[in-house]
């Protein structure tokens, strides 16, 4: 039979009537992976040996009659910055570039226990920063549809594996967008928790209080699957929630009727491409002709979000990646005469333009006399941010608008713009600053054969709710499109 494009219940539905094998689907994963990815650059490691010896083990296990565990054989791609034991984790940088880690982030644990196959690592922008997957260290990612355009950022790899069909499910880092961007631009789904539904233990830290792991898959049905195993409390993380875990997948059934749709005014402003706004609000009225109400709601301090974002973000990255000074592990500058030059020499030497750049913007915001100014500031807008949704969610159930203003652009468009590439999250930061969940959906293409993403918010813990919704939607329009491979 054909293996490759299954989602996870079909997969599982071959296994168990035995038609494949995992070791099969194993074989076909990295065959094809072997064929496309040297074109798309989507994988930085291939854990080839180790994932037929797992598939192996898997294999004897259903031999001997154990049951199909929620995850048995899915082929899983992980994002570079996701720590792997035993497997190199660079997050696409120099300065990690010979990084093994001692021990497995917790959502890579858990996947395990649910029997996954861990296939390998996903090149990203270099330490989650970036929009396009143009500041990864050891090369760019191509998006599948087109391979002269980006597949977003930061976790374009783990788009584009799942796009190609080189796995069935990937896990990404989102701190303002960095899943759903990518799902967005390669045609697929992509589900930010709620900040604290999924441990970040073993997520290499960028933006200690906007990331957040989160899957990308074939389908909202995966996507529940994958949250119902990586989510939960974690002892090794303080800011992991002991809100309790609903069984996603029993609350995909159900109809929308009743369920209201609230959509902001500000998300269809300047800016926005006419092409995804016509694709948009098409969804939209599909949404309303499967029973949901549509009303109007305000989020008055979008404009402020990018400003506020930029500043937060960039301020907790200089702080979490002075860590990185050639002393304990990673890249060490040779030849320095003295302790200040090694520390400038390998910094200089191992960090991207990007890494740098955000590094000096929150240097500077964190300094003496422009604290209060900025980073203070920015902390006040994040709180109005956050009132924003929680004022819009007494009028509805769920937020839409559209996950990007574009459609996947070209490599090196934005590139010499800084500022135009952070524009490319302007819907995509205000679930981060205020810790909701949101999820982004393919509904439709553009007249170059683009796809167009649609993106969901909802309340904190109500990652139920939204996929739910995401999946009605799914259900009734399917994106049956496929990449031209």
Request: aromatic letters at 6%; charged letters at 25%; hydrophobic letters at 40%.
């Given at each position: 039979?054909?293996?490759?494009?299954?989602?996870?219940?079909?997969?599982?539905?071959?296994?168990?009537?035995?038609?494949?094998?995992?070791?099969?689907?194993?074989?076909?994963?990295?065959?094809?992976?072997?064929?496309?990815?040297?074109?798309?650059?989507?994988?930085?490691?291939?854990?080839?040996?180790?994932?037929?010896?797992?598939?192996?083990?898997?294999?004897?296990?259903?031999?001997?009659?154990?049951?199909?565990?929620?995850?048995?054989?899915?082929?899983?791609?992980?994002?570079?910055?996701?720590?792997?034991?035993?497997?190199?984790?660079?997050?696409?940088?120099?300065?990690?570039?010979?990084?093994?880690?001692?021990?497995?982030?917790?959502?890579?644990?858990?996947?395990?226990?649910?029997?996954?196959?861990?296939?390998?690592?996903?090149?990203?922008?270099?330490?989650?920063?970036?929009?396009?997957?143009?500041?990864?260290?050891?090369?760019?990612?191509?998006?599948?549809?087109?391979?002269?355009?980006?597949?977003?950022?930061?976790?374009?790899?783990?788009?584009?594996?799942?796009?190609?069909?080189?796995?069935?499910?990937?896990?990404?880092?989102?701190?303002?967008?960095?899943?759903?961007?990518?799902?967005?631009?390669?045609?697929?789904?992509?589900?930010?928790?709620?900040?604290?539904?999924?441990?970040?233990?073993?997520?290499?830290?960028?933006?200690?209080?906007?990331?957040?792991?989160?899957?990308?898959?074939?389908?909202?049905?995966?996507?529940?699957?994958?949250?119902?195993?990586?989510?939960?409390?974690?002892?090794?993380?303080?800011?992991?929630?002991?809100?309790?875990?609903?069984?996603?997948?029993?609350?995909?059934?159900?109809?929308?009727?009743?369920?209201?749709?609230?959509?902001?005014?500000?998300?269809?402003?300047?800016?926005?491409?006419?092409?995804?706004?016509?694709?948009?609000?098409?969804?939209?009225?599909?949404?309303?002709?499967?029973?949901?109400?549509?009303?109007?709601?305000?989020?008055?301090?979008?404009?402020?979000?990018?400003?506020?974002?930029?500043?937060?973000?960039?301020?907790?990255?200089?702080?979490?990646?002075?860590?990185?000074?050639?002393?304990?592990?990673?890249?060490?500058?040779?030849?320095?005469?003295?302790?200040?030059?090694?520390?400038?020499?390998?910094?200089?030497?191992?960090?991207?333009?990007?890494?740098?750049?955000?590094i000096m913007l929150g240097t500077y915001v964190l300094s003496a006399g422009y604290y209060d100014a900025y980073y203070l500031k920015a902390l006040k807008v994040r709180t109005l941010i956050e009132r924003d949704f929680r004022e819009a969610f007494t009028r509805c159930d769920l937020i839409v608008g559209p996950t990007s203003p574009t459609v996947a652009f070209r490599l090196g468009e934005k590139t010499a713009d800084p500022l135009a590439m952070y524009l490319s999250d302007i819907y995509t930061i205000m679930a981060n600053l205020a810790g909701i969940p949101a999820i982004s959906i393919p509904v439709g293409l553009s007249r170059e054969g683009l796809p167009i993403g649609l993106q969901l918010h909802a309340r904190h813990f109500e990652e139920a709710t939204l996929l739910r919704a995401a999946h009605a939607y799914e259900r009734a329009f399917p994106f049956s499109h496929k990449p031209p491979l």
């Open positions: 039979m054909e293996i490759i494009g299954l989602t996870i219940d079909r997969l599982h539905g071959a296994l168990r009537t035995r038609a494949t094998s995992v070791t099969e689907v194993c074989r076909r994963t990295l065959e094809r992976i072997e064929a496309l990815d040297p074109r798309l650059g989507a994988f930085l490691i291939v854990n080839r040996d180790q994932a037929l010896r797992r598939a192996e083990e898997l294999d004897r296990d259903l031999a001997r009659g154990e049951p199909l565990r929620p995850l048995t054989g899915v082929p899983v791609a992980i994002k570079d910055n996701i720590c792997t034991r035993g497997l190199r984790t660079t997050c696409a940088s120099k300065i990690l570039s010979n990084f093994i880690p001692p021990y497995h982030a917790t959502a890579v644990e858990r996947m395990l226990e649910a029997g996954a196959l861990i296939i390998g690592k996903t090149n990203c922008d270099e330490f989650a920063m970036g929009s396009s997957n143009e500041n990864s260290a050891f090369g760019v990612v191509r998006n599948p549809w087109n391979a002269e355009r980006v597949p977003g950022g930061s976790s374009g790899g783990s788009g584009a594996a799942v796009a190609a069909d080189l796995c069935v499910v990937a896990l990404g880092s989102d701190t303002g967008g960095s899943v759903r961007l990518p799902a967005a631009f390669c045609g697929v789904v992509g589900l930010k928790p709620t900040y604290g539904r999924v441990s970040r233990y073993g997520l290499v830290a960028y933006g200690s209080s906007l990331d957040q792991i989160g899957p990308i898959t074939k389908t909202v049905a995966d996507a529940a699957r994958v949250l119902r195993v990586i989510a939960g409390r974690d002892p090794r993380d303080s800011t992991s929630s002991n809100h309790p875990v609903p069984d996603y997948p029993a609350a995909l059934a159900g109809e929308l009727k009743g369920v209201r749709l609230g959509v902001p005014r500000e998300y269809f402003g300047p800016g926005l491409d006419e092409e995804v706004r016509a694709a948009v609000w098409q969804a939209i009225h599909r949404f309303a002709d499967l029973g949901a109400e549509i009303v109007e709601v305000q989020l008055p301090h979008t404009e402020y979000a990018i400003a506020c974002y930029y500043i937060i973000a960039t301020a907790e990255a200089s702080s979490n990646l002075a860590r990185y000074d050639g002393v304990r592990y990673g890249y060490r500058a040779l030849g320095a005469k003295t302790l200040r030059e090694m520390y400038r020499r390998t910094r200089n030497e191992g960090f991207g333009a990007e890494v740098k750049r955000r």
